[in-house]
T-cell receptor
Framework: DTAVSQTPKYLVTQMGNDKSIKCEQNLGHDTMYWYKQDSKKFLKIMFSYNNKELIINETVPNRFSPKSPDKAHLNLHINSLELGDSAVYFC??????????????FGEGSWLTVV | TQLLEQSPQFLSIQEGENLTVYCNSSSVFSSLQWYRQEPGEGPVLLVTVVTGGEVKKLKRLTFQFGDARKDSSLHITAAQPGDTGLYLCAGVTGTASKLTFGTGTRLQVTL
């Protein structure tokens, strides 16, 4: 069983479209994340949810809206896609409550290409 | 904004060689993690170092956390093709929710 699974793995879409990426974790973790990895492989956090509540919202355009229906799911919806949104989006999860050294488990990534 | 600079950015070496990857910051972190990411996959945690000056070994990989908890290094002895991948350091401030990734080092080990 995949611990953190996200779909779709590959997505090619036209500018202006709206798309969603879904994520599910079966680890029983209470915190989930969305990270964006650009073409230079720089990995940056976008959002973090703890028990369905938004706790981190980095400087991300309003076109990006995360939704957490329950603590095992965190979906990412993107409106009006732009060329610059092309990247790999990683969902991840961890168990909060430790002072440091939490292990974050990443999904396999969703390759988004906007044309 | 906390920034973690890794060096080198790219490294191509032959099997059997040794190498060191550096991760530097002007910020202090409560702990530091190292991840390896293979093509088409997400990053996988290798180790977490917590105490300033701490050294951890994972088979041929040796990780060190700087005394001031601002920097770290990863040393690989006798590199093998299976070590090929993107190595990312990540600084932890408080909890994992405050994880800042480094700029990455892409390692290629050839036969």
């Amino acid at each position: 069983d995949t611990a953190v699974s996200q779909t779709p793995k590959y997505l090619v879409t036209q500018m202006g479209n709206d798309k969603s990426i879904k994520c599910e974790q079966n680890l029983g973790h209470d915190t989930m994340y969305w990270y964006k990895q650009d073409s230079k492989k720089f990995l940056k956090i976008m959002f973090s949810y703890n028990n369905k509540e938004l706790i981190i919202n980095e400087t991300v355009p309003n076109r990006f809206s995360p939704k957490s229906p329950d603590k095992a799911h965190l979906n990412l919806h993107i409106n009006s896609l732009e060329l610059g949104d092309s990247a790999v989006y990683f969902c991840a999860s961890s168990q909060e409550g430790k002072l440091s050294g939490n292990t974050i488990y990443f999904g396999e990534g969703s390759w988004l290409t906007v044309v | 904004t906390q920034l973690l600079e890794q060096s080198p950015q790219f490294l191509s070496i032959q099997e059997g060689e040794n190498l060191t990857v550096y991760c530097n910051s002007s910020s202090v972190f409560s702990s530091l993690q190292w991840y390896r990411q293979e093509p088409g996959e997400g990053p996988v945690l290798l180790v977490t170092v917590v105490t300033g000056g701490e050294v951890k070994k994972l088979k041929r990989l040796t990780f060190q956390f700087g005394d001031a908890r601002k920097d770290s290094s990863l040393h690989i002895t006798a590199a093998q093709p299976g070590d090929t991948g993107l190595y990312l350091c990540a600084g932890v401030t408080g909890t994992a929710s405050k994880l800042t990734f480094g700029t990455g080092t892409r390692l290629q080990v050839t036969l």
